[in-house]
């Protein structure tokens, strides 16, 4: 059975560029959500997504971005990179929904801006 | 707003020594769910408990056990007999009910060294 995957497992960005990150969650899942973790912190949620649609957002600028598949998968894109959005980005599934679940992540995409 | 505290940053200790770790959490709901999530060097947070807030039986689970007090709201984690393989960042988190449904709410992490 596999866990929560998630590519690519790095990445360099220049300031301004764009990214897309992507998040396979673990089976039978249905809700994905998505957490930033800056280097020595604790993760932060940027955003949930069910069925398709951000349930519940963070404080997080509209530069952050996601989608939902059909088949659960998940994507965050970030627009206009700052050298502050360097950071583990962590992908957690959870589900399927009947109440508060246990969110499993993933092993992250780690992320440099320069 | 809820909020997890986890007051010790670092704790450095030999193997086989007992260790535990600290997490205090604030939320006004009545229902909420605390976790513990274990971080080693790959960067994979790891499951390892949760706890509703209606159930405060603590846990045990081989060398790892767990205090839930309400009255202190504090969600200890206690490891016995430490080996070498428990060095990793240890997170507790937290999700309220009402509008913070699905956000695990982290606190800082506990950095755990365990020297041979």
């Known amino acids: 059975d596999a866990g929560v995957t998630q590519s690519p497992t790095h990445l360099i960005k220049t300031r301004g560029q764009q990214v897309t990150l992507r998040c396979s969650p673990k089976?039978?899942?249905?809700?994905v959500s998505w957490y930033q973790q800056a280097l020595g912190q604790g993760p932060q949620f940027i955003f949930q997504?069910?069925?398709?649609?951000?349930?519940q957002r963070g404080n997080f600028p509209d530069r952050f971005s996601g989608h939902q598949f059909p088949n659960y998968s998940s994507e965050l894109n970030v627009n206009a990179l700052l050298l502050g959005d360097s950071a583990l980005y962590l992908c957690?599934?959870?589900?399927?929904?009947?109440?508060?679940?246990?969110?499993?992540f993933g092993p992250g995409t780690r992320l440099l801006v320069l | 707003a809820q909020k997890v505290t986890q007051a010790q940053t670092e704790i450095s200790v030999v193997e086989k020594e007992d260790v535990t770790l600290d997490c205090v959490y604030e939320t006004r709901d009545t229902t909420y769910y605390l976790f513990w999530y274990k971080q080693p060097p790959s960067g994979e947070l790891v499951f390892l408990i949760r706890?509703?807030?209606?159930?405060?039986q603590n846990e045990i689970s081989g060398r790892y056990s767990w205090n839930f007090q309400k009255s202190t709201s504090s969600f200890n984690f206690t490891i016995t007999a430490s080996q070498v393989v428990d060095s990793a960042v240890y997170f507790c988190a937290l999700i309220a009910g009402g509008t913070s449904y699905g956000k695990l709410t982290f606190g800082q992490g506990t950095i755990l060294t365990v020297h041979p």
């Open positions: 997504y069910y069925e398709e649609e951000e349930r």
């Open positions: 706890r509703n807030s209606f159930d405060e």
């Open positions: 089976s039978g899942h249905d809700t």
């Open positions: 957690a599934s959870s589900g399927p929904a009947q109440g508060v679940e246990t969110q499993y």
